[in-house]
């Protein structure tokens, strides 16, 4: 059984390899990190606890298409951390079955199995703004498990500490594709003139990579979902 936060979508993936793909996407719930930004504490700080199912693939599944009808072929499952879960692969294997691509979101301290057949799986190390400390000896045994040209890194930086392990992280495992991913410090969806503010951080990201010969083979991105809707919840 998986402990499911939410299912919703369609949607476009905000985020990343695939920015812009129409997906649904599968939250789950309960995170090994408690980072300081984490847009989606939702998922491990108890407040929405009583949201939180037991489900099935079979009823995941089933709920996909309640919502989604025929108008999707991508999910994405995102969390919370779901490399904690062991059942995912069932759901993962059944989505391939029905024709859908699978794409994950998770912070590389944890490995399955089933992670191995994720079709596009992003690892998002976490920054020094996060306050989490990340163990680089358990994210290489990760990374050393999987494929290099099935997976994406993607680090999110809010300033230059944040930029400067951006850089390492490109440096630790030059053959994976590198996302540097702009940090949104407006996590309460009612912020004035959000787009305006993150843009602006956006373009200041930007300008910190074009200047840097160390970080030419890097794609630098917004979240698009937050320009268009900020921090809302279930988009
Ligand atoms: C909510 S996390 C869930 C998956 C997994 N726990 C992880 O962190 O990779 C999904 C993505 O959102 C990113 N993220 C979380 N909070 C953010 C924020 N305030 N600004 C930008 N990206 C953020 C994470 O770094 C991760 O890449
Ligand atoms: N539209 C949209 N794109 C996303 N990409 C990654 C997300 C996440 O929370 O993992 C996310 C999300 O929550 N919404
Ligand atoms: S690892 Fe992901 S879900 Fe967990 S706290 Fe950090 S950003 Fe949030
Ligand atoms: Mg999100």
Redo the contacts with the bound molecule.
């Keep these: 059984m998986i402990p499911v936060m939410e299912i919703f979508g369609p949607?476009?993936?905000?985020?990343g390899i695939v920015i812009g793909r129409k997906t649904m996407?599968v939250r789950t719930a309960g995170c090994d990190f408690r980072c300081s930004w984490c847009?989606?504490r939702f998922t491990w700080d108890g407040t929405m606890k009583d949201d939180i199912r037991m489900m099935s693939a079979a009823e995941i599944y089933h709920e996909l298409r309640e919502i989604g009808g025929q108008s999707f072929n991508h999910v994405?499952i995102?969390g919370g951390n779901p490399a904690l879960i062991k059942d995912m692969g069932v759901l993962v294997d059944l989505l391939h079955k029905e024709n859908c691509q699978v794409a994950m979101?998770t912070q590389g301290s944890k490995f399955q199995n089933w992670m191995r057949d994720i079709d596009q799986l992003t690892i998002s190390p976490k920054p020094p703004s996060s306050h989490m400390n990340q163990n680089l000896d358990i994210l290489d045994t990760v990374i050393a498990e999987l494929m290099p040209q099935k997976i994406n890194l993607k680090v999110v930086v809010f300033d230059e500490a944040d930029y400067q392990f951006a850089r390492q992280i490109h440096h630790r495992y030059p053959a994976i594709a590198f996302y540097v991913q702009v940090g949104n410090p407006y996590l309460d969806d009612t912020v004035d003139k959000h787009t305006e503010k993150l843009l602006s951080r956006y373009e200041q990201l930007i300008d910190r990579v074009m200047t840097d010969d160390t970080m030419n083979n890097v794609y630098v991105t917004p979240q698009l979902?937050t320009l268009i809707w900020s921090n809302k919840k279930g988009?």
Excluded: A
């Design positions: 949607t476009i993936q905000g985020e996407f847009d989606s994405t995102s979101e979902h988009v």
